[in-house]
Each structure stands twice: as C-alpha cells, then as structure tokens.
C-alpha cells in the first residue's frame, strides 16, 4: 500500500485558489495579449503607410469642395459658384480641376473641414484644395471666405473674404478664385505643364 496523505483545510484552498486562477488571465498573458495587439496594430499601420504613399498628390490639380452654406436659400447658386472659382484658379496657369461631381463624391461632409480636405485631397490626387463658405451678410448680400490649401506641404496659401448682393453671387466665384489664383506657388502651376 502506498503511503498516503492527509490533505489539511489550508491545503485544499490553496489548490483551489491555482484552479481559479488557471481559468482568469495571469499578468503574463495579459502582457502577451497587448503585445501581440500592438504588433497586429503596428503591421495594419505600416501597411497603410506603404499603401497611401504609392498616391502621389498632383501639385497640378485643384479640388474645389462642395461649399458650405449658411442658408439654404444659397443653395441653387453654389454649384455655380463652385464652377466659377475652379476656372478661374486654374485659367491661364496650367492648372487642371477636378471635376464638380468627383469632388462631390469624394468630399465627406461628416468630417472636420480639414480632416475632409485632407480625404478630398488623397482620393482625387489633388495637390491643391479650395474650401469656401457662403453665407448670407444682411438681408441682400452674401459673404463668400475661401482658402486656397497646399495639402502636400500642409499649409493655407490664401484666404480671401469678398462681398456681393445676391444677384451677383455668382461673381463672387470668378472674383475670389482670381485672387486665389495670384497665390498659386510658381511649382504648381509649372508642374502640370
């Protein structure tokens, strides 16, 4: 017969307490949980790096983003004035626009103005961002503030602030984007020649 062992209270709970604990996490698994998050976080991140650094942004294409409105009554005139700032920042320059519709699509109005100019920017491969604002200023005239943004090197070029009656609004377009266009950096517009 084998010699056997008398188990005392202290021992049994000791037992049970190494069972409990084999079904929770230990602080080495716990550790071991966090490292393999952050290298799964860190791999998912080099490869979106390595993803978005093969979109070169064009320093000779502009995006205009969809205005932002302060009354609803604008609205019929914003296209038109969003039109009419693209031509004139890209006429007798050599920059190119992108088109109305595929920066409609590409912009999210959800996002933070720079934040979506950044996204603008990376999905239509535009170097150059407008973001304007339309608002009414009095009972029968509006305010068009409008930013020329270099999204490659991070920086405001211009910011222009024009006036008009409402029956003129759509000058407003042609008149600020002239203005923007005299801040074009010389690269950009020789660039996309």
């Known amino acids: 017969m084998r010699h056997q062992r008398w188990v005392t209270t202290g021992q049994h709970e000791r037992t049970h307490r190494a069972a409990v604990r084999r079904e929770g996490s230990t602080p ?3 550790v071991a949980v966090l ?3 952050a290298l799964v976080s860190g791999a998912v991140g080099t490869w979106w790096l390595v993803r978005s650094a093969g979109r070169v942004l064009d320093s000779g294409l502009v995006a205009v983003a969809p205005l932002a409105l302060g009354a609803a009554e604008l609205e019929p005139a ?3 004035v969003e039109r009419d700032l693209a031509a004139a920042v890209t006429t007798d320059n050599g920059l190119r626009a992108v088109p109305a519709d595929a920066a409609h699509s590409a912009w999210d109005p959800q996002a933070a103005p720079a934040h979506a100019a950044l996204e603008l920017a990376q999905r239509t491969r535009a ?3 407008v973001l304007a604002q339309l608002w009414p200023a009095g009972a ?3 305010r068009l503030v409008a930013r020329l943004l270099d999204v490659s090197h991070n920086k405001v070029l211009a910011m222009i602030e024009a006036r008009a009656t409402r029956d003129r609004v759509t000058a407003l377009g042609r ?3 002239v203005q923007l266009r005299a801040h074009v950096p010389p690269q950009s517009a020789s660039s996309s020649r």
């Open 78 to 80: 914003a296209l038109d």
């Open 28 to 30: 080495r698994q716990t």
């Open 127 to 129: 170097g150059l961002v």
């Open 175 to 177: 008149e600020v984007g």
């Open 35 to 37: 490292l393999g998050a």
């Open 140 to 142: 029968d005239s509006v």
